[in-house]
């Protein structure tokens, strides 16, 4: 028997990736349907596209709808109730032809299990500058982390967890200390954080899998610039998620901090790498004191918590 897998993927102005993200989300889709009694029902949700593409999408024959309010809203607008599972993707990444096929494996393995997601690995830098050679070599080795109690939300398969509805938030929000910077009033923006939280309180470690089974690639933050609005977006949901979801601080303690445990048998240049991407990280944390106080004090007009990572928006 054929179980369909609902898989939606959110996009955001992103015409320089979606063409080749889809290609290869396609590819890895008939790969998976030919060793898995599964066949994808695959949906593009547009949030609030201004650029190309809807015009790419329809190129591959998929299905388009539209949203409004972000990324998290999207997958909302995205969910199929009565499905085994959901499969969620970015639209700006590459996936080989077993990314699919190990995330749908597991899931299907492990009817206990609760996410699953992919391997990744960011593809070359275009910029020929330390930094970018930095940053490269920290997300290629995973942080010199052996350690892994969470995933990225760039593809993954859920199962038995949903976001919190925007009328939930605001509830959680209502008597909680106002903050111009945090914001707690609005939608979340990434979902991964508190899916992750969500699993590890219901399911314990074992609820989160990482697939051995295909590679995704992605383009990894080049400049300082970019690695700012990276390292606020993740910390500023962070702190989002504490506050709101105060009962996910104690499995964050638990499982959200990872040590660099093999840094110390990494090559020389790669320590000199992650020396340098410290302190850009330092000046990263600095920048981010700064404009949470330029926010909260009214002295920075308008502020946008999610801007576009210019470097990492092409394949």
């Known amino acids: 028997m ?83 599972f959901q499969i969620f993707a970015d639209a700006d990444i590459l996936l080989d032809e077993y990314a699919l096929f190990g995330i749908c494996d597991a899931m299907l393995r492990d009817p206990q299990l609760l996410i699953a997601f992919p391997r990744l690995a960011p593809l070359p830098p275009r910029a020929r500058t330390p930094l970018a050679w930095a940053l490269h070599l920290y997300n290629l080795r995973r942080g010199f982390s052996s350690g892994r109690s969470w995933f990225n939300g760039r593809l993954f398969a859920l199962r038995g967890l949903a976001l919190p ?28 954080i ?45 702190e989002r998620t504490d506050a709101l979801f105060p009962e996910t601080r104690e499995v964050h303690a638990r499982f959200g901090h990872r040590s660099c ?30 404009e949470r106080i330029c926010v909260e004090r009214g002295l920075r007009p308008g502020f946008d918590p999610w801007p576009a990572i210019e470097e990492t928006k092409a394949l």
């Open 2 to 84: 054929t179980t369909t897998i609902p898989l939606t993927m959110v996009a955001r102005n992103e015409a320089r990736a979606i063409g080749p993200c889809l290609d290869s989300l396609l590819a890895s889709a008939r790969a998976a349907q030919a060793r898995l009694p599964i066949v994808f029902d695959l949906l593009v949700v547009l949030d609030d596209c201004t650029d190309e593409t809807r015009a790419i999408a329809q190129t591959r024959n998929v299905r388009v709808l539209e949203s409004h309010g972000g990324k998290v809203e999207g997958q909302r607008r995205g969910f199929r109730e009565g499905a085994p």
């Open 261 to 290: 445990d093999l840094l110390a048998a990494a090559p020389r240049s790669e320590r000199l790498a992650y020396r340098l991407f410290q302190g850009a990280l330092a000046l990263c944390r600095v920048a981010f004191a700064f």
């Open 165 to 192: 509805s925007r009328d939930e938030l605001s509830a959680r929000a209502r008597d909680l200390p106002p903050s111009r910077f945090l914001d707690l009033r609005a939608d979340l923006l990434a979902e991964d």
């Open 194 to 238: 508190l899916l992750s939280r969500l699993a590890l309180i219901r399911g314990g470690e074992n609820a989160l899998r990482e697939s051995q089974d295909g590679l995704v690639r992605y383009r990894a933050p080049e400049t300082l610039r970019g690695m700012h609005r990276y390292h606020r977006r993740m910390r500023r949901e962070l």
